[in-house]
């Protein structure tokens, strides 16, 4: 197992470095407008941490003032410590704000779980309004302790959820008219603390403890290349190959990647959908795309 780690951990710097290139450090509110509870939200002196708190009146959200349609998203993420049963601090893209009935939508929630027990990743993909693709994942590492980076890969040709540059879901289109890769709406990337703990934490049997609270989730280094959607016509309307996430090598994992993605489909899948008969006892049709091709 240790070997194993090491051998990620060497393997994360060799992907997709293009998305390290430097970037000037921009402000929250270059990038980001708070949702609602302003007075749940701060930042460090210097604007660069972003801290979402949640107590038992209400959580806090923010998103990006623009919309995209392709590209590479990422945000370093340290999660709520110590007892955090109950809250869910979410990550995603969504084509709008709020839960719309044809809203295409990208997911990173995280849920929190009694003291001492691991944090699980939920993702889940939206088309249209139907969602029902849930996977969850455990971690190789302590998501409070430090920060770590959370990062999207959306092109025509696949959707990759990574941490720390280690692609743990991939989500393939086939290229033809589907219901299932959303590829069509532009989305804000946005970010949530809130209670669930009507579901979250063992289907609910845990409950929030608000004794703890505030829970606090706090972010840093935003980071985003990819097509900004302006009306009327916008140019990524269609898709190009001249950025590097609409690229030959951004359709496919590479050796490397499909190492990593190896491993975590060995160690760390708590849930697939795909593998759910009892939910879905025909196979959804995206579910027999393979992740390696």
Not at 85 to 91: K, R
Request: glycine share 6%; proline share 4%; net charge negative.
């Amino acid at each position: 197992m240790a070997a194993a780690l090491l051998f990620i951990a060497a393997l994360m710097a060799a992907s997709y470095t293009s998305s390290e290139a430097a970037q000037p450090k921009a402000s929250f509110e270059d990038n980001f407008s708070i949702m609602w509870s302003e007075d749940h939200f701060k930042t460090s002196e210097d604007g660069q941490i972003w801290y979402l708190s949640l107590d038992k009146d209400t959580g806090c959200g923010f998103q990006t003032k623009q919309r995209y349609r392709f590209g590479w998203f990422s945000m370093k993420l340290k999660l709520v410590g110590g007892d955090s049963a109950g809250v869910v601090t979410a990550y995603y893209m969504c084509t709008e704000n709020g839960a719309g009935p044809t809203r295409d939508e990208l997911d990173f929630e995280f849920l929190g779980n009694r003291t001492g027990e691991p944090y699980l990743i939920q993702t889940n993909i939206y088309k249209n309004g139907t969602g029902n693709r849930e996977m969850r994942h455990m971690l190789w590492f302590d998501p409070t302790e430090e920060y770590h980076t959370y990062s999207i890969l959306w092109n025509n040709h696949q959707i990759v959820f990574f941490v720390d540059k280690v692609p743990v879901r991939v989500h393939k289109n086939n290229g033809e008219a589907n219901n299932f890769f959303p590829n069509e709406k532009p989305m804000y990337l946005f970010s949530s603390i809130w209670n669930a703990d009507e579901w979250a934490t063992r289907g609910g049997i845990e409950k929030t403890d608000w004794k703890k609270s505030p829970f606090v989730s706090s972010y840093k280094d935003f980071s985003v290349e990819a097509c900004q959607w302006e009306d009327p016509y916008p140019e990524c309307v269609s898709t190009t190959t001249k950025n590097w996430w609409d690229q030959y090598g951004a359709w496919h994992l590479s050796d490397e990647q499909k190492k990593d993605f190896a491993w975590v489909q060995r160690n760390l899948v708590i849930y697939d959908y795909c593998k759910d008969t009892e939910r879905f006892p025909t196979v959804p049709a995206e579910c027999s795309l393979s992740p390696w091709d």
